[in-house]
């Protein structure tokens, strides 16, 4: 598997430069299209939402509401995307439908009416990766709900930026392993970004948290791959993995940070709490999560 297309869902937030930024370092490391992606709402869709109990007069003034709060929205979107494509007059432009030239980091902009949870799933479904801001970056039900239902539902790597960037994203990288399917698939779609990084650390928890099998194997699989790996079993509890993650993380100066997300089922994500939601609160480097 190679990155060849990343999708970049705009939000009319501050959060767009960095994210289109953060799309932009990983497109040049993959020589990839990048889709730029803008979701506006049709107030229609609310209409079971807000209409019971109102009358006609005032479910049409919400319309109208949402309907420019939408295009407000949308002109923010454009406003940072064309802001942001001016810092990069480098990057060929394609018109809808164009082929991108292999070789080079191309870039498009979409607009679709609809709902943001749905649509950004779908559109992931044919996508190489996807990149939002941390969803605690954006004080926002909707953007929350769109970043759990990609991750959920969008069956490709969603990479969450962070407004203080490192320099390069990818050339140090932290793994968390578990031996659980949604490691196992973190690390399958990893590779081409463990295949490029100049050093990779697997982070263990077999004390607390092993499912099958161990980091040793891991490493041993990957040397198939010729990824060297260092091995660090972290001594913590259950539920300190989280913050003992994020911490060897920083103190390896690692610039990627990559997990299986949402491992367990979720009576156990209620009771033991869930490192995928700490992580994404909490990190402060870019985060790879794959479900």
């Known amino acids: 598997m190679s990155i060849k297309h990343i999708l970049i869902p705009i939000e009319g937030q501050d ?31 609310a209409i079971p939402f807000i209409g019971q109990g109102l009358s006609a007069p005032v479910v049409e003034q919400i319309l109208h509401s949402l309907e420019a709060e939408s295009k407000d929205q949308r002109n923010k979107a454009l406003q940072n995307f064309n802001a942001w494509r001016g810092q990069h007059p480098e990057l060929l432009f394609l018109e809808h439908k164009e082929i991108p030239q292999n070789g080079k980091t191309t870039l498009s902009w979409t607009e679709i009416i609809g709902r943001n ?5 779908e559109k992931a479904r044919v996508s190489d990766m996807v990149v939002l801001a941390r969803t605690s970056a954006n004080d926002d039900d909707l953007s929350a709900a769109m970043a759990e239902s990609t991750l959920m539902e969008g069956g490709c790597p969603v990479l969450f930026a962070v407004e203080n960037m490192p320099k390069d994203i990818g050339s140090n990288i932290t793994l968390f392993w578990n031996g659980s399917l949604e490691c196992a698939r973190a690390v399958h779609f990893a590779l081409p970004f463990l295949k490029k990084a100049s050093k990779v650390t697997v982070l263990t928890t077999s004390k607390v948290d092993t499912m099958g099998e161990s980091g040793a194997a891991l490493k041993n699989y990957l040397a198939y791959h010729n990824i060297n790996v260092d091995l660090i079993d972290l001594d913590c509890d259950t539920s300190d993995i989280g913050a003992s993650i994020l911490k060897n993380s920083y103190d390896l100066k690692a610039d990627l940070f990559i997990l299986g997300a949402y491992c367990h089922s979720k009576l156990r994500e209620w009771v033991l709490g869930s490192i995928t939601r700490y992580v994404l609160k909490e990190a402060t480097i870019p985060c790879l999560l794959i479900h």
């Open 117 to 121: 949870a749905e649509i950004v799933p």
């Open 15 to 45: 959060a767009d430069n960095y994210v289109l930024e953060t799309a932009y370092k990983m497109g040049q490391k993959f020589n990839a299209h990048l889709e730029a992606l803008e979701v506006m709402l049709d107030g229609r869709d």
